[in-house]
């Protein structure tokens, strides 16, 4: 099946620092792939939809500026927390779709727990 | 927000014991998928119901869907303790396969040994 891997898979940093996180589809290629965040005990929030070759589509309320999407191939899309702070610590998970026709699911890597101090 | 309600919040049960999960949504759907989570990990595809569908299965799992209510249901059958985990359904809006997924706010499962 497809599989998405999200790297790095814990970060803990300090307050200032800027954090990239990677996510890869490493059976197929994926022209979209989506960024969520989610809060403990809840559900997910979508930031973005990242694709592949132009600027991502931020969701109301997400700052663009703070949260940098690139998607430059199709197997590769980033997001970067820029100058992170204590409430950027959260979970974010990537997911991705097959660019088929007719009803895909979508993939999800693993997550990413960031930990600002 | 999240478009999807889901009840109950919590659910926990006894490993046999069925264990049943409501999803409400609120805009017409192209189709409606559960998602499984556990903790700390990323969200695991189930089973994708289509909005001319009324029922599917697979394994243990079923799932129906009632467009005039606009809700949905999850029935594991025969749970295991294995199956504890989180449990969100996700729609995708009408007129589109290619669209973003709105979740529900999903439901905790618990089955106990």
């Known amino acids: 099946g497809a599989v998405v891997s999200q790297h790095p898979s814990w970060v803990i940093c300090k307050s200032g620092t800027s954090v990239k996180i990677e996510c890869r589809s490493l059976?197929?290629?994926?022209?979209?792939m989506f960024w969520y965040r989610q809060f403990p005990k809840q559900s997910l929030m979508l930031m973005a939809t990242?694709?592949?070759?132009?600027?991502?589509?931020?969701e109301q309320g997400v700052e663009k500026d703070k949260f940098l999407i690139n998607h430059a191939s199709l197997t590769l899309s980033t997001l970067t927390v820029t100058s992170a702070h204590p409430e950027d610590s959260s979970f974010y998970i990537c997911?991705?779709?097959?660019?088929?026709?007719?009803?895909?699911?979508?993939?999800f890597g693993d997550g990413t727990r960031l930990s600002i101090l | 927000s999240q478009q999807g309600e889901e009840d109950p919040q919590a659910l926990s049960i006894q490993e046999g014991e069925n264990a049943t999960m409501n999803c409400s949504y609120k805009?017409?759907?192209?189709?409606l998928q559960w998602y499984r989570q556990n903790s700390g990990r990323g969200l695991v595809h189930l089973i994708l119901?289509?909005?001319?569908?009324r029922e599917k299965h697979s394994g243990r799992l079923r799932v129906t869907l009632d467009t005039s209510k606009k809700s949905s249901s999850l029935l594991i059958t025969a749970s295991r303790a294995a199956d504890t985990a989180s449990y969100f359904c996700?729609?995708?809006?009408?007129?589109?396969?290619?669209?973003?997924?709105?979740f529900g706010q999903g439901t905790i499962l618990t089955v106990h040994p």
């Open positions: 059976d197929f290629q994926a022209t979209t």
């Open positions: 990242s694709n592949e070759g132009s600027k991502a589509t931020y």
């Open positions: 996700a729609s995708r809006a009408g007129g589109t396969s290619y669209g973003k997924l709105t």
């Open positions: 997911s991705a779709r097959v660019h088929l026709p007719g009803d895909q699911p979508q993939h």
């Open positions: 119901i289509r909005s001319n569908e």
């Open positions: 805009t017409s759907i192209n189709n």
